[in-house]
Every structure is written in structure tokens, then in C-alpha cells.
């Protein structure tokens, strides 16, 4: 075998792995138009009506506080008027060293409660079940510190008293009518055991009260550039996936399920590092060997906002974070990877999440490097890494513009036209060292993953939105 | 050493030029759709601000209704129009929903709404069947009849709304039956038909259709019990816990009564085995509120399952029969910690602790 030869396979491989992840992607999209469409559809005909009836399942919303106390008070608020008929809110404070506790129990008068709490999903000891005195739907757990947002949720979940709990980031803010719309499923499907909301970034929006007043685009680059990120992965990536019930994540920001399937598979995993992801794949891993019906679902709709970095130094440590956490969740459920009688989920989605979301930054640094090595040795001509540059430029964009379109066809949630212009001219931009920039990142996670090492949590810098508002 | 890799270049070139006429031909799709949302927003906007101080006078008046001089209206407007009309149309009942339907004969609206019923576009086919729902069309009735089976579920269940519209005594005796087997109907959605319809049109098709339903169509249809009246639906549901035993119908018969029905059968079902026909039997009792009962609520404290416990213990501390001091001296005398701790979270929430 010869360097030509060995040289030539190699640009084949690269040029054949562009391909098949872009068609993979181009397969979501269009699934994920259809599915878009027949939501869109049926959504229609409820929103002509939005009359509460008794039909309308209660639902338990759960927040995780730790050291929350800048915004507590307004998010909770903000949950307690959420437009849904019969819901209680939740609020576990994870052993807050701050006053986030003494803050919510004298604004919304907290007085113990002599609950009678089960320990049905482990979690730390919870010291006092408060319940406020204005506001009956308003339970405070306080617990000691379980160093991760699953050992709180899990705590919130013993004591949920409804049949659906919603978890919910402190610092997420919520659609007035967020519940109704991730409710939705349920009560169409008797089958969904879990429903995940479109995440939606909310820098550069206004926002009173805990609520969204106003839909903007910030000025910072990298919130524009997340946008366009959040646009892809959830209108076309989750949608695609959804219509094939191979959904493999709800975002931990907001999501909505069925308590008794989660308590059955023993709640929220409090060692993992993307405790989102690993129990959506552990209620796959468990429905399945069951051999239950069952379906995890999503709602297109922008239920939820949530404040992305502004700073390189807190996004990479929010990308390697992720990177290791999918690492960790896919590792542990390897047993639903080709799986027999797995479905669309044990042979196209997981897969396609190890080849590509997985290792896919390991594959495309090793492209970037050896294709400039190669250029840089004479092995092959400057022209020829120009040309690959330019597919893989070519092709990210041509994804991005395909979720802008999505997008259009369905919300129109940025009223500007000159925000379609700012966000296509980022989808072009970004491909000029700002995705280079986190594949690496991904890589390093992919590293550190491989390794063992703990991730590391950046302290989240809040857009001004957010700060004068949440 | 270049190697001579033309043949990748020359896929990778065209890959790339494919993927960016592509790229720019999808932003060029995003803008028309875009510049289409735009226009159309703005003349719904104008048509809205037009007509609905129109329909808000017809709904009130009848002036416009009958003879008033109304707006001329465009070949392009007249789609737009129905929809408007429709949205406002949604809004009334009464006499305020007759005036809106003279005025839209007036307008010959009728016509283009059954003209929409037959088109393919899917948005067109469900405002076709809306409007010809709102406005009583009898003459449409076989075409939507067709539609209420169609597999497309919005088209099955604006069919079926239009239907109960048009016809509810002639409607529902036929849209009962299809709640059993199109189980993926929107339940709020149906919910919201037969409450429309009323109980003097719905309570006896349904208990009829719940009395013979298989085990799934049975628990579904138990669940539109709200829509039936309380006597019939205790009629029905004490005679499923006298016939039925599977645990999902005897919980849904327990859940849909309303009380008034044979307390020693509810009595004997706190004992079954599976715990939540155990739970819907404690809170049914709790709802028939006879004084006896709290003997047999009381076991139920120390039941295995928290819901079995929490529900007695609600219904305990719901009893006319026992005040406060009752209910403390009940918590005090229990030996099991469980049944403690439950009944002082029901009296807690019942600001009795």
C-alpha cells in the first residue's frame, strides 16, 4: 500500500463521513418538517379553545434552588402564576449556603409542614418540608446538599403529590401557558411517559417579572451563535428524532413526565454528569426490556428561555461538560446500542449519537490536522483542503439555513426581518472558527471523559436581560 | 508528492456547490416565507380591524345582519374573511351566533366553506368543516359524516365538532360509540364536545356505550363521566362493580361516581388487591360521606401504599362527622407511624394541625 493510496482512502473517508452525518442530518430535517406540520395541525385546533376542563392532568412543577438567591424569589412567582388549573409548585433548596431559604420563607411565608415524605428515589436527607401560608400550592423542601441537580429533583419527586412532574431550572423562564402546551402529549397519548419543550435562548430578550415581555437577538456573538445552535438541535434535531420515538434527550431546563414510570426506573441518576440524558435512556433501556409501549415526546413549541454564556471561558466548560456527560449516559445504556427488537432508537438514534455526536469531534479534529498536514507536507494540494473546508462550510450552513427555515414555516418567534439576515449571516460566520473551536472543546470533554477526571461547573455570568429582569 | 485525487475533488467540489445553491435557495425559502407571514399579518390585521367592529355590531344589533350596508369585499379577501369570521364566530353563543350567521349567508360565505371542505390543502378542508359546523349547514352533513373516521385526527375531530354543531341530538349517538375506538382522540377536545352538547344529549348514549365497552373503551369513556348526569353515571358505575373485575374498570367506575351508590360493595373493594382500586375506593367513600365509614377508612391508614394511606386520611379529615378534636384523638391512637404521619398531613392541609 502505498502513501498515494493510503492518502487517497483517507480523503475519501473524510469526504464519506461529511456525507453521511449531512444526510443523516437532512433525514431529520425533512421528518422533522412533517412532524412540525402535524403538530402544527392539531395544535391549531386546541388553541381556538383554551378553556381548562377536568380533564387537564395535575402536575407538580420541581425546581432545584442551590445558592439561588438573586433570582428565587422572582422565578418562583413567575411559576405560581403559570396559566395551568390544578398544579403545585415544589421548590427543593439543595443546602444553599446562601440565604436563597431565608429569602423564600419570608416573602412567601413558609411554615413547616408535617409531610408525610417518601423516600421512593434516593436522595439526601430532607431536614423540613415547608408550606407557604399565601400560597397553598407552594411547598419548600430543604435538604442537605447532594452536590448534584438530580439529588434534588429526586427529593422533589418524593414528595410530589400528582400523577406528572415538570422539572424546571430556577433560572429558566417559562411560557405563561408552558405547562398546557408539555401536558399535551400526555393527555392525547395515554402512552407518552415524557415530554420535552423547545429550549430557547433568551439573551437579548426582555424580561419582567420572570416572564418574557419581549423577543430580541442579543448583540453578543456568541448568545447569536447559540441561538442558531439551539434552533438545530432542537427544531430539527429532537423533532426528527421524535418522530421516529427515539427522542434521547429532554432538557434538564424543562421537561415533563410521567412520575410513576421515573420512580419505577429509581428517578434521577445523582453521580451523572448529564443526569437529563442519562434517564431519558435509562427509561428507553427499562420500557424496552419490559416490553412496554411507550413513547418519549416532543413539543416544537418555545415553552422555555434560558440564558446561554456570553463568555468563552464558561461555554467551554459548558461544551466539555456536555461532551463528558453524553459520553458517561451513552456508555452506561451501550446494552440499547443495535439492539434486537430495539427499534428506530437502538439502530439509527444511538448509533448515529456514538459515531457522531460522540466520537464525531475526535473524527473531524483528526480531519482538520491531517488534511493541513498533508497540505502543509505536499502530499496533497492546497486546493484540494480549500475544497474540503469549503464542503464542510457549505454543509454547516446549509443546516443551519434549513433550521432557519423550520423556523419560519412554524414559530416566527423573532419578529425582525433583519434578525433572519443577522442570524443567516451568523450561521456562515460561525463556521469560521467558532465550530472549530468547539470541537475541540468537545474533544477535550470526549479526553476527559475517557479519563475519569470531574467535570468542571462554571459559575453562569447572566445576560443583562436576564439580570434586570429574572 | 501531490496525489492525484481528482476524482474526490471533483465530488467534494460539487458537494460544496450543491450544498451552497442549496443554502442559498433555502434562505430564499425563508424570506418568502417570511414576507408571506408578513403580509398576511398585515391584512388580517387591516380585514380584522375592518370587520370585527362589524361582527361585534351584527352580535349585538342584527343591524348588519339584515340590511346595513356592509364593506365590499375582494375575490382575495373573501378566504381571510371566513377565517376572521369563523375566530369571531367561536367567540358567541345564542342569539348573538344566529345574527352572525345571517350576516355571513349575507355575505355568501356558505358556499366558499363548502368549497373548502373539498380541497385537498389540509388548512383549508378543517376551516371548510368549521365554518360549515358553525353555520348549521345540514345539507353538509353526509360530507362531514364521511370525515369522521378520517385517520387524520384533526380532520376526524373538527368532523365531529361540526356535527355536534349542526345536529348535537343526531351527532352524539354516533361520535360516542368512535371515543372507544379512536382512543388517540384529543380527550380535552371531546371533553369539551359532549360538555357543549350538554348531559340532556349525552348522559344516556354514554352510560349506554360505557355499559358494554370493552375494558380500554370503558376506562376512557368513564373519563368523560363529568359530561353524564350523577344519577345515570352511578347507574352505570354500580353496575360495572357488580359485573366487571378488572382493576383498571372498577378504579375508573370508582373514580367516575359521584356517590349514591351500594356502600357495602365500595366497602368490600378497600380490601382488593390492587392498591389503586383500594385508593378510589377510599376517596369514593369519602365522598358519599356516611358516618359509619370512618370504621372502614380508618384500616386503610396503614395501608402499603402512600395514595391508599393519603386518600382515606383526606377523606377522614373531609368527614362532616368529625371535627378537629376527633380527628386528633384518630391520629393519636395509631400504634403504625405511617398512619400517624399521613392523617397529620391531611389535617395540616386542612389547617386543622
Redesign the interface.
Known amino acids: 500500500m502505498t502513501?498515494?493510496s493510503v492518502?487517497?482512502g483517507m480523503?475519501?473517508l473524510f469526504?464519506g463521513y461529511?456525507?453521511v452525518i449531512y444526510a443523516v442530518y437532512g433525514g431529520l430535517n425533512i421528518l422533522a418538517t412533517v412532524q412540525i406540520r402535524r403538530y402544527l395541525?392539531?395544535a391549531?385546533?386546541?388553541d381556538?379553545?383554551n378553556?381548562f376542563?377536568?380533564?387537564?392532568l395535575p402536575i407538580s412543577v420541581v425546581v432545584p434552588a442551590y445558592n439561588e438567591s438573586s433570582t428565587i424569589i422572582t422565578s418562583t412567582r413567575a411559576m405560581l402564576q403559570l396559566e395551568y388549573p390544578d398544579y403545585e409548585v415544589l421548590v427543593v433548596n439543595d443546602g444553599s449556603e446562601d440565604d436563597t431559604l431565608e429569602k423564600l420563607t419570608r416573602e412567601f411565608h413558609l411554615q413547616p409542614?408535617?409531610?408525610?415524605y417518601?423516600n421512593r428515589v434516593s436522595c439526601k436527607p430532607v431536614k423540613t418540608v415547608y408550606?407557604s401560608l399565601r400560597y397553598p400550592s407552594l411547598k419548600v423542601i430543604d435538604k442537605e446538599n447532594g452536590r448534584s441537580k438530580a439529588d434534588a429533583i429526586n427529593a422533589g419527586i418524593n414528595a410530589c403529590r400528582y400523577p406528572l412532574f415538570c422539572a424546571v431550572d430556577a433560572d429558566s423562564i417559562l411560557e405563561p401557558d408552558s405547562l398546557r402546551r408539555a401536558v399535551?402529549p400526555f393527555?392525547?397519548?395515554?402512552d407518552v411517559i415524557a415530554s420535552g419543550g423547545t429550549v430557547r435562548v433568551a439573551n437579548g430578550c426582555k424580561v419582567r417579572g420572570g416572564f418574557l415581555e419581549k423577543v430580541g437577538l442579543s448583540g453578543n456573538f456568541l448568545a447569536q451563535v447559540q441561538v442558531v445552535e439551539y434552533l438545530r438541535a432542537f427544531l430539527f434535531g429532537r423533532m426528527g428524532w421524535d418522530n421516529l420515538n427515539a427522542v434521547l434527550i429532554v432538557s434538564g431546563a424543562f421537561g415533563v413526565f410521567d412520575k410513576e414510570a421515573v420512580v419505577q426506573v429509581g428517578g434521577y441518576a445523582i453521580d451523572a454528569i448529564g443526569e437529563d440524558m442519562e434517564l431519558i435512556l435509562r427509561l428507553h433501556r427499562f420500557m424496552r426490556e419490559e416490553k412496554r409501549r411507550y413513547k418519549i415526546t416532543f413539543v416544537p413549541d418555545p415553552v422555555c428561555w434560558t440564558d446561554a454564556p456570553e463568555d468563552l471561558a464558561t461555554l467551554r466548560k459548558q461544551r466539555i461538560r456536555w461532551q463528558r456527560g453524553l459520553g458517561q449516559s451513552l456508555m452506561l445504556h451501550k446494552s440499547l446500542f443495535c439492539r434486537r427488537g430495539g427499534g428506530a432508537i437502538s439502530w439509527l438514534a444511538m448509533p448515529f449519537y456514538y459515531v457522531f455526536e460522540l466520537f464525531g469531534p475526535a473524527v473531524e479534529v483528526f480531519g482538520y490536522v491531517f488534511m493541513a498536514g498533508a497540505a502543509c507536507l505536499?502530499?496533497?494540494?492546497w486546493?484540494?483542503t480549500a475544497?474540503?473546508f469549503?464542503?464542510a462550510v457549505?454543509?454547516g450552513?446549509?443546516l443551519s439555513?434549513?433550521a432557519?427555515?423550520l423556523?419560519?414555516?412554524s414559530f416566527?418567534v423573532y419578529p425582525r426581518?433583519r434578525d433572519?439576515f443577522r442570524l443567516?449571516l451568523v450561521a456562515i460566520i460561525e463556521n469560521f472558527g467558532y465550530r472549530q473551536l468547539t470541537v475541540v472543546w468537545r474533544l477535550q470533554g470526549l479526553y476527559g471523559w475517557l479519563r475519569g477526571t470531574r467535570p468542571e461547573w462554571g459559575d453562569m455570568k447572566r445576560s443583562e436581560g436576564m439580570a434586570a429582569g429574572g | 508528492m501531490p496525489v492525484n485525487s481528482s476524482l474526490s475533488e471533483n465530488a467534494a467540489v460539487l458537494a460544496a456547490l450543491a450544498a451552497a445553491a442549496v443554502t442559498l435557495l433555502l434562505f430564499s425559502v425563508a424570506l418568502v416565507l417570511r414576507t408571506v407571514h408578513v403580509l398576511h399579518d398585515r391584512r388580517t390585521r387591516r380585514l380584522r380591524a375592518t370587520w370585527w367592529p362589524i361582527f361585534a355590531e351584527t352580535a349585538a344589533s342584527e343591524r348588519f345582519a339584515v340590511d346595513a350596508p356592509l364593506p365590499k369585499v375582494c375575490f382575495g379577501q373573501k378566504r381571510l374573511l371566513l377565517r376572521e369570521w369563523s375566530r369571531f364566530r367561536n367567540l358567541v353563543l345564542g342569539q348573538a351566533a344566529v345574527s352572525l350567521n345571517t350576516l355571513a349567508t349575507r355575505l355568501d360565505l356558505l358556499p366558499l366553506a363548502r368549497r373548502h371542505m373539498k380541497r385537498r390543502l389540509l388548512n383549508r378542508r378543517l376551516l371548510g368543516l368549521q365554518v360549515v359546523g358553525q353555520m348549521r349547514d345540514r345539507d353538509s352533513w353526509d360530507a362531514i359524516d364521511r370525515v369522521l373516521e378520517d385517520p387524520n385526527i384533526a380532520l376526524s375531530v373538527t368532523a365531529a365538532t361540526a356535527l355536534v354543531n349542526i345536529h348535537a341530538d343526531r351527532a352524539i349517538p354516533r361520535i360516542v360509540p368512535l371515543i372507544g375506538r379512536f382512543s388517540r382522540w384529543p380527550r380535552t377536545q371531546i371533553g369539551r364536545i359532549l360538555s357543549r352538547a350538554g348531559p340532556d344529549i349525552v348522559s344516556r348514549p354514554l352510560c349506554r356505550e360505557i355499559a358494554d365497552a370493552p375494558t380500554e373503551a370503558a376506562v376512557l369513556l368513564l373519563q368523560f363521566a363529568d359530561s353524564a348526569y350523577p344519577d345515570d353515571i352511578n347507574a352505570v358505575a354500580e353496575s360495572l362493580l357488580k359485573s366487571r373485575s378488572e382493576p383498571a374498570v372498577l378504579s375508573a367506575a370508582l373514580k367516575a361516581a359521584r356517590g349514591g351508590i351500594c356502600p357495602e360493595r365500595v366497602r368490600a373493594l378497600t380490601g382488593h388487591e390492587t392498591w389503586y382500586v383500594r385508593m378510589q375506593a377510599a376517596s369514593l367513600i369519602g365522598r358519599m360521606g356516611k358516618d359509619k365509614d370512618v370504621s372502614s377508612l380508618e384500616p386503610l391508614l396503614s395501608d402499603s401504599e402512600w395514595w391508599v394511606r393519603y386518600r382515606a386520611a383526606q377523606a377522614l379529615a373531609a368527614s362532616p362527622f368529625l371535627g378537629p378534636n376527633s380527628l386528633r384523638r384518630i391520629a393519636a391512637r395509631q400504634e403504625d407511624r405511617f398512619a400517624h404521619d399521613i392523617l397529620q398531613q391531611a389535617l395540616a392541609e386542612k389547617g386543622l394541625a
Open positions: 502513501v498515494q492518502l487517497f480523503q475519501w469526504f461529511f456525507i395541525q392539531i391549531g385546533l386546541a381556538g379553545d378553556v376542563s377536568s380533564l387537564d409542614f408535617p409531610e408525610a417518601r408550606r399535551r393527555l392525547e397519548d395515554p505536499g502530499w496533497i494540494s486546493e484540494t475544497i474540503f469549503c464542503l457549505g454543509l450552513v446549509l439555513t434549513s432557519l427555515v423556523e419560519e414555516l416566527h426581518t433572519l443567516f
